[in-house]
């Protein structure tokens, strides 16, 4: 298995711009979850999904920011529209029944 | 919800020496405590991992430990090498109870001095 694949691997938008995250999680899992990491806040659980479906995204920090899972092998994550702020590395993980996450390499996005 | 707190934020030892990273919790419905290594650019990697009814479980070098009352869980590390130099997370989360999401500690940067 390849593990978890996100794409793309860095994006750099300008401030105002509509930014797309892709996740191919592991197949047979049927857990994903989106991570924000930065330097001030750590790991934070954006939004995590079941068998496609969206159980928590209390910590999705604002309407600017939305997933969605269409099928079990894709998720994605939207910013729109972006501000220097959203600048971190979101990391997409999958799991079978949440026990022992699979991340995926991450991407890095810069807003400037 | 889970708070967890993770400390020391650094910690340097001698190569060969151990290494003891500690976190507390703040919900006693948690009961699955993994660790997680990052190395610089990379992603984080599960490393071991403890569930609240094992008190202790250990996988050659590296061992985790639970108190379940004092609600606390410590990463062990002994006879220490170069490669274990990381940023460390511990995480905690309540699988099927309505927290399935791990919440992560702030991270402990091991540092092995050769």
């Known amino acids: 298995d390849a593990g978890v694949i996100q794409s793309p691997r860095h994006e750099v938008t300008e401030m105002g711009q509509e930014v797309t995250l892709r996740c191919k999680p592991i197949?047979?899992?049927?857990?994903l979850f989106w991570y924000r990491q930065t330097m001030m806040r750590g790991l934070e659980l954006l939004i995590y999904?079941?068998?496609?479906?969206?159980?928590?995204d209390s910590g999705m920090p604002e309407d600017r920011f939305s997933a969605k899972m269409p099928n079990a092998s894709f998720s994605t994550l939207k910013i729109q529209p972006s501000e220097p702020r959203d600048s971190a590395v979101y990391f997409c993980a999958s799991s079978f029944s949440t026990w022992g996450y699979t991340f995926g390499s991450g991407t890095r996005l810069t807003v400037v | 919800g889970e708070n967890v707190e993770q400390h020391p934020s650094t910690l340097s030892v001698q190569e060969g020496d151990s290494a003891v990273i500690k976190c507390t919790y703040s919900?006693?419905?948690?009961?699955?405590f993994p660790w997680y290594k990052q190395e610089l650019g990379k992603r984080p990697q599960l490393i071991i991992d403890i569930r609240s009814n094992v008190g202790e479980k250990k996988d050659q070098r590296i061992a985790v430990t639970l108190n379940k009352t004092a609600k606390h869980f410590s990463l062990h590390i002994t006879e220490t090498q170069p490669e274990d130099s990381a940023v460390y997370f511990c995480a905690a989360s309540n699988p099927g109870g309505g927290a399935d999401g791990l919440t992560f500690g702030k991270g402990t940067h091991l540092i092995i001095q050769p």
């Open positions: 999904f079941n068998n496609n479906v969206p159980i928590d």
């Open positions: 197949s047979g899992h049927d857990y």
């Open positions: 919900d006693s419905a948690s009961n699955y």
